[in-house]
């Protein structure tokens, strides 16, 4: 009793002080509050601070959890508790009591609760369901404010499983007679709309409703989505462009009311929306920018005022003319408009038109020309921002003649700057122009020492690879590398001479390799001075473990014999008892190199860097070591993801709707006992042997036991083994060990390892083929006498930015899947293949083959189908070359330069993506069996050669790698070059887009730049997944990310699964497993081997689709695909 | 899209952190001592713009601030914001605070930490810019003031009635 008095004694101060005014109207409930902060800022130090935090979060944990707390002073506590938690100290314990604030509260105090949980929780925190219902009510209560609570709380973190729950009131309140609550609506379908696209498809007509909304507010909410969907695909709104016009030329007009007007501007930030999407609107499109011109000149004549604000619309404006199609008039006034935000003394325009004229000068260079001696002003701006600024705007306008300008100017704000992410940008901008444009030898090998003493240990690991690489592969002329490289030496080593000390370890490793590599070019220069130079190095304590693997590896290369054994001996014994296990290694093969002269010619040799090298990936070498062990007892090699899916099965009670379907099908398949190579392939890949699998394939009904397929179980071994000896072929090189570290050392320091023939059975070859891989469309491949391994080139010839490592230490992966594929066919199993092929070809995309395929006799029928079965083909956006249109002579002329591994695929459309001047870009993607392959034509129609070719693609969703490089870096007029890329998946999204720049130069004029995009859709990547019903189920158990949805059947009656699966068959691809009654379920995988499972049942007419996968997103993507092809049929 | 706001004084204390896109609680408070270090460190006479915090996130978000007498106002955004016209933002809720706190100062936002989250929350919605105009955003406030006014005097009634019982 005595506690509630003294709780209301100490509230009272605070409530007689109660001020009538409405701002500080509160002071009642935060006199703790203030008694809290007052002792914070009495503080002197953090530690003390702690321990009052400490101590407040106690009292505050007591409090809540006492049952007596009444929901006032839970409010109060609650503040307290975010107060703490802003100062960064956890106040978890409060995150539930919060949400009951939010459940069980009045208004006001709700308004606490709701404002506690979305500060404290995130979207994907558990306790956020026991918010849902609370949303639930409050979006249907009557009180104005509850519902606006409810709707901001939405926005501002909702659980995306959650979101169909309260989808349906979200929308209704689009109707809502109040235009703040219309407003809140929109922004939260727009939220649901990020995070969940497939969620809210269907309501794209509301939101035309909300874009035609009486309320300018509203409309202004509804322009986040469209701006967000044009941004997306601005193909699909292009009917809106003449409406966003009208829009703006309202709003410029002054036909809002007055209401709108900030600092006498109509709607400021209303006009800045619109530019943006009407820039997005007219890119590349004659027809939707000649509607905009006129209201981009009024704006452009309107904005005249001397306000921040009217600077931000004409800075948009400029934008978006230089984004559309041009038209003169209005470009001279825009840049005009850019003059004068560069040449305005206030810093904030100074900003913004250097971020402007970057932006032109890839179309207009000579408007930077214009602003010269305003450019290199600012280059000694105080302002570190306005110099990075600059010198990105230099960075766009290099070009021979002014690299070396350019350069110094970028290293000398580099020597000054302290922030390590500019460094990082701007050390990789230095090199790439370096590389690029150097005008001799001692220039580039002198700037790229600096770019490595500045940059040090931060800067991007690709600018030393490809340095190095540079060195290694040189250029046309071997007199001149022979120069470049001997440059290189002298300057190292009047460097190590110097102060090695203070260079960073990148460096250091640069300088070893080439010392290693290259010294010998100096004939005056005695081995011994480098080693003891080098040995210097590694004594020094600065020095860490992987430099001085480097150093080493360096030693080992140049100890010829002679003076300097002396030396190596002392450091291979120093390192050969190191703590560390790659030094250690390092030092003894560095002692024993260094004694057998006739295996380190062997091993290391000399000028090797010009051939590629043959990288056996599959390690094969090991496999005598592993058929030893496993001979031995030792268990047997399962890869990480059967050990999860064994871990999986063996989980005793399993909630889930397969775990209860799997023994009926299981059974099924045991009675079928079939041997296709379907299922051959997937238990191989299962059990991470198929080699053993398909010797003994007529025992197919032992592998059905789902948990023990595991090989290695005695009565296989003898067998095995026996297998394995045939295949030591090779020898085993003492250098390739797994613990090989410096990447670009061993691509130019290694014998080839000569390849294991094709036809010995290799188990760890086929570990390596991915379990997905579908080894069924390769052996149909395989069969049609088209094996063709994806062309590797090791040499970088164009100086474009590649990834050494990735491309010349890792053979193709399809050279592994050739081999497989051998194996099979050896195994005498090649007729089964054959049957089996034929079943699946029916189902693999028909994309997949040419009509032009040279077809064996047996599988002529095949052939047949094909030809039946043209609309397929168009369905996914590929037309296959026999159906080509005859009247695109352009396209089937740019097709015959496709290489001719190529050519026989089926292609897309060409699309152009880019012309500048009489550069024409255009590019297709081919289908192949197991990647994407697209080719970039770049076609000369001028009569001059270009030079400097560059093309640089990137993609968020993809992973680009370059396939081959264009054969010449400058090429002949009216001639075409051909760049291939491979795609794979990255991150799944509905659509992939791919933003690239092409570069290029005439001789004697400036380099031009452009950009373009290049789209597709997800479907193109979808292979049908060949699973069996009970692999399915292992499957399913083991994929965490999932989705839900329901979808429309196709037909009615009886047949309404089949037919709606059938479709999604067709047009998606999709393997259909298994249909049992009113459920079906299916598979696919993404390229590559990203698995996909769809489980669908027949409930109310409708058809519920459950989809799960390995890969975040994918199952959203993929049902967003599946609602398109139900509804496009 | 606003990725954070933060306010924080000439000392880097935080006076206001709101977070539009998940960072785990750590990540969050460095992400604070990072934007403070950045900010404190630039001269009044210099640009309001700022690039390339490490931490939340690459070249494709900006910060853009103002520095009002004792606290810094600082906005994280995207690529899809306009550099100018969150400046402007940013001053339009500076206005509206001190119009509803009269005279808005430092002590203000302390005190009245929940509050000024409200008035945030008319402003920017999930990231979102949801209203620009001042005096709708005072309006919107209001409505919810004279709600609590309302509560407080129906609660203020019991405790009148145990001080004179």
């Known amino acids: 009793m005595s506690d509630v008095v003294e709780k209301t004694l100490t509230a009272l101060p605070s409530l007689l002080s109660l001020d009538p005014q409405p701002g500080s109207a509160k002071l009642s409930s935060t006199s703790k509050l203030g008694n809290l902060i007052r002792g914070i800022t009495e503080l002197t130090s953090k530690h003390e601070e702690e321990k009052l935090i400490q101590h407040e979060l106690a009292s505050i944990k007591d409090q809540v959890s006492s049952p007596n707390t009444s929901m006032r002073q839970m409010k109060e506590l609650m503040v307290r508790a975010i107060y703490c938690e802003s100062l960064g100290y956890e106040a978890s314990f409060t995150y539930i009591h919060a949400i009951k604030l939010a459940q069980q509260g009045t208004a006001l105090e709700k308004r606490v609760g709701y404002l506690a949980v979305s500060l404290f929780l995130n979207e994907s925190h558990e306790l956020l369901l026991l918010l849902v219902n609370t949303v639930l009510k409050d979006l249907q209560s009557t009180n104005l404010i509850e519902v606006c609570m409810a709707l901001t709380v939405v926005s501002q973190m909702f659980p995306k499983d959650m979101i169909p729950a309260i989808l349906p009131l979200v929308e209704e309140k689009l109707n809502h007679p109040k235009e703040i609550i219309r407003r809140k609506a929109v922004l939260a379908l727009y939220k649901f709309y990020l995070i969940a696209p497939n969620q809210v498809q269907h309501i794209h007509n509301k939101f035309r409703k909300a874009l035609c909304d009486k309320d300018p507010g509203v409309m202004t909410a509804s322009l986040h989505i469209y701006l967000q969907m044009i941004q997306e695909n601005p193909e699909g709104y292009k009917d809106l462009t003449a409406s966003f016009v009208t829009i703006l030329k309202q709003v410029v007009g002054g036909k809002l009311p007055m209401d709108f007007n900030y600092h006498s501007v109509p709607a400021p930030w209303l006009q800045i929306q619109l530019l943006r999407i009407l820039a997005l609107l007219g890119k590349n499109d004659q027809s939707a920018s000649a509607v905009m011109y006129e209201v981009l000149d009024e704006s452009l004549r309107r904005a005249e005022m001397n306000h921040n604000i009217t600077y931000a619309i004409l800075y948009e404006c400029v934008k978006c003319i230089y984004t559309i199609h041009p038209k003169s008039d209005l470009l001279e006034k825009a840049a005009k408009c850019i003059g004068n935000f560069v040449l305005s003394p206030k810093i904030n325009l100074k900003y913004l038109g250097l971020k402007a004229l970057t932006y032109v000068v890839q179309q207009d260079p000579r408007l930077a020309l214009q602003h010269q001696m305003t450019i290199i002003e600012c280059l000694d701006h105080s302002d570190l921002i306005i110099k990075r600024e600059t010198l990105e705007l230099l960075f766009r306008i290099t070009n021979a003649q002014n690299v070396v300008v350019i350069v110094e100017k970028m290293l000398e704000f580099l020597r000054v700057n302290t922030d390590d992410y500019t460094t990082i940008d701007l050390v990789g901008k230095v090199a790439e122009l370096a590389e690029k444009y150097a005008p001799d030898n001692e220039w580039f090998i002198e700037t790229m020492s600096t770019v490595f003493s500045v940059g040090g240990d931060m800067m991007q690991p690709d600018i030393p690879n490809s340095f190095l690489k540079l060195l290694s592969e040189g250029f046309d002329s071997v007199e001149e590398d022979r120069k470049l490289r001997l440059f290189a030496v002298d300057s190292y080593i009047t460097l190590l001479q110097k102060e090695p000390g203070k260079l960073p370890q990148r460096f250091l490793q640069v300088i070893s390799w080439v010392l290693g590599e290259y010294s010998h070019l100096k004939d005056e220069l005695e081995p011994t001075v480098v080693l003891k130079l080098l040995a210097k190095l590694l004594d020094m304590k600065h020095t860490s473990s992987e430099t001085k693997s480097w150093i080493l590896m360096a030693m080992t290369k140049l100890c010829e014999g002679g003076a300097e054994v002396s030396v190596v001996r002392e450091v291979s014994e120093t390192y050969s008892s190191s703590m560390d296990t790659v030094l250690r290694q390092r030092a003894h093969e560095l002692q024993y190199l260094s004694q057998d002269s006739e295996l380190r010619a062997k091993v290391l040799l000399r000028d090797n860097g010009l051939r590629p090298l043959e990288v056996d990936s599959s390690l094969s070498f090991l496999d005598g070591f592993v058929s030893e062990a496993l001979a031995a007892g030792a268990a047997p090699y399962k890869p990480p993801h059967q050990r999860q899916e064994e871990l999986a099965q063996a989980k005793a009670l399993s909630l889930e709707p397969y775990g209860l379907s799997l023994p009926m099908s299981m059974s099924s398949c045991s009675i079928t006992d079939r041997q296709s190579p379907t299922l051959l392939s997937m238990s191989s890949g299962l059990s991470g042997d198929s080699a053993e699998i398909s010797h003994k394939g007529g025992s197919t009904s032992l592998k059905l036991d789902g948990v023990k397929r595991v090989w290695g179980r005695e009565g296989y071994l003898p067998q095995r083994a026996a297998v394995e000896e045939a295949a030591q072929v090779e020898v085993p090189c003492t250098l390739r060990s797994p613990s090989q570290q410096g990447d670009a050392d061993s691509s130019h320091s290694q014998t080839p390892t000569s390849t294991p023939t094709p036809t010995e059975p290799d188990p760890e070859k086929q570990q390596l083929a991915s379990l997905f891989f579908g080894l069924s469309s390769q052996s149909s491949v395989c069969l049609m006498g088209k094996p063709e391994p994806t062309p590797h080139r090791f040499r970088r010839k164009a100086k474009g930015v590649t990834d050494p490592t990735s491309s010349s230490l890792i053979s193709t992966p399809s050279n592994v899947e050739k081999l497989l594929c051998n194996n099979l066919l050896d195994s005498n199993i090649a007729s089964e293949l054959a049957v089996s092929s034929a079943k699946q070809i029916t189902e693999l995309p028909q994309g997949l083959k040419t009509a032009s395929c040279d077809v064996e006799a047996e599988l002529t029928d095949i052939a047949d189908i094909k030809q039946n079965n043209p609309s397929l083909i168009v369905d996914n956006g590929i037309v296959a070359a026999a159906d080509e249109d005859p009247d695109r002579p352009k396209d089937l002329c740019l097709i015959s330069h496709l290489p001719a591994e190529l050519s026989e695929l089926c292609h897309s459309e060409i699309t152009p993506l880019c012309t500048i001047q009489s550069l024409v870009l255009s590019a297709c993607h081919l289908q192949k069996e197991d990647s994407l392959v697209l080719a970039v034509f770049i076609s000369n129609s001028s009569d001059s050669a270009l030079q400097h070719i560059v093309l640089d693609l990137d993609s968020e969703q993809l992973e680009v790698s370059c396939v081959s490089d264009s054969p010449a870096e400058d090429f002949r007029g009216h001639s075409v070059v051909v760049y291939q890329y491979s795609l794979t998946v990255k991150r799944p999204s509905i659509h992939v887009s791919i933003e690239g720049t092409v570069s290029f130069q005439l001789p004697g004029e400036a380099p031009q730049a452009a950009q373009f995009s290049y789209k597709l859709p997800l479907t193109i990547f979808i292979r049908p997944l060949t699973v069996s019903t009970e692999e399915y189920g292992t499957m399913w158990l083991s994929f965490s990310h999932d989705t839900k949805q329901n979808l429309t059947l196709i037909g009615d009656g009886q047949e309404a699964l089949t037919a709606t699966l059938n479709v999604l068959k067709q047009k998606l691809q999709l393997h259909v497993v298994e249909i049992i009654g009113q459920e079906g379920i299916l598979s696919c995988r993404l390229l590559q081997d990203q698995p996909c499972l769809m489980h669908c049942r027949v409930h109310a007419g409708t058809l519920a689709v459950w989809l799960r996968s390995p890969v975040p997103d994918l199952p959203d993507c993929l049902i967003y695909h599946c609602q398109r092809a139900l509804q496009e049929y | ?165």
């Open chain 2, 1 to 165: 899209m606003i990725k954070a706001i933060l306010i924080f004084n000439n000392h880097g204390k935080p006076r206001l952190i709101r977070f539009y896109q998940y960072f785990a609680e750590d990540m969050q408070q460095q992400i604070i001592r990072e934007t403070f270090h950045l900010v404190s460190k630039r001269d009044d006479n210099v640009c309001n713009f700022l690039e390339g915090g490490s931490l939340i996130g690459g070249s494709d978000y900006k910060l853009i601030y103002r520095h009002y007498a004792t606290l810094y106002f600082v906005f994280c955004v995207d690529s899809s914001e306009s550099e100018l016209g969150i400046l402007d933002l940013i001053q339009v809720f500076v206005e509206t605070l001190d119009k509803c706190f009269e005279n808005v100062c430092e002590l203000d936002l302390i005190f009245h930490m929940d509050k000024v989250h409200y008035i945030l929350q008319e402003v920017v919605m999930g990231g979102m810019v949801l209203e620009t105009n001042m005096n709708e955003i005072v309006a919107q406030v209001e409505v919810q003031n004279r709600m609590e006014k309302s509560e407080v005097s129906v609660q203020c009634q019991p405790v009148a009635e145990l001080i004179s019982g």
